[in-house]
């Protein structure tokens, strides 16, 4: 039976607009599968955004207390948003989704991308692919503390040294305003910088999100697959015509609500002393974009 009046976890943002996380991949079904979960174990999950406008941290630190709230779920943290939140942590159980904010060093739950890349080059190595790159936005690459790079360099080792082809990473190094503010560029690859990459190291099947690619690869005229094999690493066309990873987003937002009331039954409270990451698996799919040769 549902509680007449569930206590509530806060789900907490740090965005640069209320929702404008909610326009992004992956963010909306962490909230997604976090309510979800939370309904289920008799809980209400409540959103919070720590810049509005107005509130400050120590404001909303004393709403929260002050209103019974002592879950917190930190999630869907811009990149440029700081690197510190200051709240009364030994009054509660936390759980982080993704790697912002570093501090403080709370439990977290994420995709597990350095073991998806690596998932990836594996099943595109056994249909019969050699010259394998990954094209990937610099931004996205950070905010995952470069586990898509470490992935595909670790697996890369497999494979002969002249077969080695350096990953893409867009844009380029400086400015870095670039690629560290979240939506203050497009996050398709640059036509010309990818073209020469192509000319140069002549990939068999490119690794990426196909929407990063797929505006440059039609401009450039080129046909997926005769020209080129594609993986997408965030797969969402489940009909067969793209091959790739499907990133279980929705599970990362469940397991995190999981955790944390067991945290708080447990009467859990306070920065770890040893914080924890808990990594979420992707699930293959093949698709024509990437046939077997």
């Known amino acids: 039976m549902p509680r007449r009046n569930p206590p509530t976890i806060a789900y907490v943002t740090n965005w640069n607009t209320r929702l404008g ?18 309904r289920s174990l008799g809980y209400n999950l409540e959103h919070f955004w720590l810049r509005e406008p107005g509130l400050t941290q120590e404001e909303l630190n004393r709403t929260l207390l002050s209103s019974g709230v002592n879950g917190l779920i930190i999630a869907s943290h811009g990149r440029e948003m700081g690197d510190a939140l200051q709240f009364d942590w030994e009054k509660y159980a ?6 912002f904010p570093h501090k403080p060093g709370l439990h977290n739950v994420t995709n597990d991308q350095c073991e998806i890349v690596r998932l990836a080059v594996r099943r595109v190595i056994s249909a019969g692919y050699r010259r394998i790159g990954l094209v990937m936005h610099r931004g996205w690459d950070h905010a995952v503390d470069n586990t898509w790079s470490v992935g595909f360099l670790c697996e890369q080792e497999t494979l002969p040294a002249n077969e080695h082809i350096p990953a893409h990473l867009f844009p380029s190094l400086h400015p870095i305003e670039l690629w560290l503010d979240e939506g203050k560029s497009a996050v398709e690859v640059e036509v010309e910088s990818f073209s020469r990459w192509l000319e140069k190291y002549k990939p068999e099947v490119i690794l990426s999100k196909a929407s990063f690619v797929m505006p440059a690869i039609e401009k450039l005229g080129l046909r997926i697959p005769r020209d080129l094999a594609l993986a997408d690493l965030f797969l969402e066309d489940l009909s067969g015509e793209q091959a790739g990873v ?16 067991t945290q708080l039954q447990y009467g859990k409270f306070g920065v770890p002393k040893i914080p924890t990451t808990t990594f979420v698996e992707g699930t293959w799919f093949d698709g024509s974009s990437c046939p077997h040769r």
């Open 246 to 261: 499907r990133q279980n987003h929705n599970a990362v937002g469940a397991i995190a609500v999981e955790l944390l009331t």
């Open 94 to 99: 936390a759980i982080k989704i993704d790697y």
């Open 21 to 38: 996380w909610k326009t992004v991949t992956a963010h909306p079904q962490f909230y997604a599968g976090a309510e979800a979960a939370a």
